[in-house]
């Protein structure tokens, strides 16, 4: 069983930045990708940036772009989510996932039905 733990989330004015960290504790086996998603009150659980395990390659949601860069410590098992120049729009619970199980494309795709393991989240809030 592997444990997904995340933390760094906060309120934030508007341009500011924060860090999210994901610890993985109870190492899955092979290579896993991790992944960060998110939710907003309202609406659906979204993707947001994801991360191969030898992390050569990532991926983002277009709004994203340009302001948020994930990255992991493998021997720490453990990601971030570098988030700057943050908007009131980013305002939403923040989720690490881990997939192991998943079809091989699921970091590619950032379809979060393909990561198997979710950490409870942690609160993103942006004011304007």
């Known amino acids: 069983q592997v444990h997904v733990v995340e933390s760094g989330g906060g309120l934030v004015q508007a341009g500011g930045s924060l860090k999210l960290s994901c610890a993985a504790s109870?190492?899955?086996?092979?290579?896993?990708?991790m992944g960060w998603f998110r939710q907003a009150p309202g609406k659906g659980r979204e993707f947001v940036a994801t991360?191969?395990?030898?992390?050569?390659?990532?991926y983002y949601t277009n709004s994203v772009k340009g302001r948020f860069t994930i990255s992991r410590d493998n021997a720490e098992n453990t990601a971030y989510l570098q988030m700057n120049n943050l908007k009131p729009e980013d305002t939403a619970v923040y989720y690490c996932?881990?997939?192991?199980?998943?079809?091989?494309?699921?970091?590619?795709?950032?379809?979060?039905?393909?990561?198997?393991?979710w950490g409870q989240g942690t609160q993103v809030t942006v004011s304007s």
């Open positions: 109870g190492r899955p086996g092979g290579r896993f990708g």
């Open positions: 996932a881990v997939t192991v199980y998943g079809p091989a494309q699921a970091v590619e795709t950032g379809d979060p039905r393909g990561f198997d393991y």
């Open positions: 991360i191969t395990w030898s992390g050569d390659k990532t």
